[in-house]
């Protein structure tokens, strides 16, 4: 089963900052938070990924709490190209990632 | 970046036939691929474990006399869907994970989409 829970659903404008929350209290310590995302009837795409620092590519931006159980990912200036099922991820024992149902997300233009 | 192929994107088969969709890493070998099934509107679901020069690793409740998957070279896996039926008409999607089963950039290919008359 997927250790992270997410909202089913969000909207953002175009141009703004879209920022999807993550919840993941019971992974381990050592074990990083991935985040991909999956445009309609295509393969999921990584974004990025982290332990406990808070990171950032030139993709987006993953923001870590202190006690490691929540993260958001920041999309800084979302676009349209961006509308998109965000997996937000850890893997299991086996190195193996689990899907949940990660959360829909909306630009308005 | 890594690229993950797949072929064929699309495929239409009969009932009771089988079909074979093969998963390629372009400019990196990769030991282990996964492979996934999604349905429409559902998250992604593992499938098995592919492990180059060994047998496949099955998730529970997956057949694995009905999907064949053999990982015969560094580059390439293939899954071989037997006789198969209108519900096994999916989207079935392949990973491999650079550097390794815990390389942290994981690479999906495009996914295939198996419709079963």
């Known amino acids: 089963d997927a250790k992270t829970t997410q909202p089913p659903s969000m909207d953002c404008a175009e141009g703004r900052a879209a920022n999807l929350p993550c919840n993941h209290s019971?992974?381990?310590?050592?074990?990083?938070v991935y985040w991909y995302r999956q445009i309609h009837s295509q393969g999921p795409q990584y974004i990025i990924h982290g332990l406990k620092n808070n990171e950032t590519n030139e993709m987006a931006s993953l923001i870590i709490t202190e006690d490691r159980k929540s993260s958001t990912l920041i999309l800084p200036h979302a676009t349209l190209r961006d509308t998109a099922v965000y997996y937000c991820?850890?893997?299991?024992?086996?190195?193996?990632?689990?899907f949940g149902k990660g959360t829909r997300l909306h630009i308005l233009p | 970046g890594a690229v993950v192929s797949q072929h064929p994107s699309r495929v239409i088969c009969k009932s009771g036939t089988s079909v074979k969709i093969e998963c390629r890493s372009l400019d990196f070998q990769a030991t282990t691929m996964f492979w996934y099934r999604q349905f429409p509107k559902q998250s992604l679901m593992l499938m098995a474990t592919s492990n180059e020069g060994s047998k496949a690793t099955y998730e529970q409740g997956v057949e694995k006399d009905k999907f064949l998957i053999n990982h015969a070279s560094l580059t390439l896996s293939t899954l071989t869907v037997t006789s198969a039926h209108p519900e096994d008409s999916s989207f079935y999607i392949c990973?491999?994970?650079?550097?390794?089963?815990?390389?942290?950039?994981?690479?999906f290919g495009p996914g295939t989409r198996l419709t079963v008359t």
């Open positions: 019971t992974i381990s310590g050592n074990e990083y």
């Open positions: 991820l850890s893997r299991d024992r086996d190195d193996k990632i689990i």
């Open positions: 990973s491999a994970p650079k550097g390794g089963a815990s390389g942290h950039e994981q690479y």
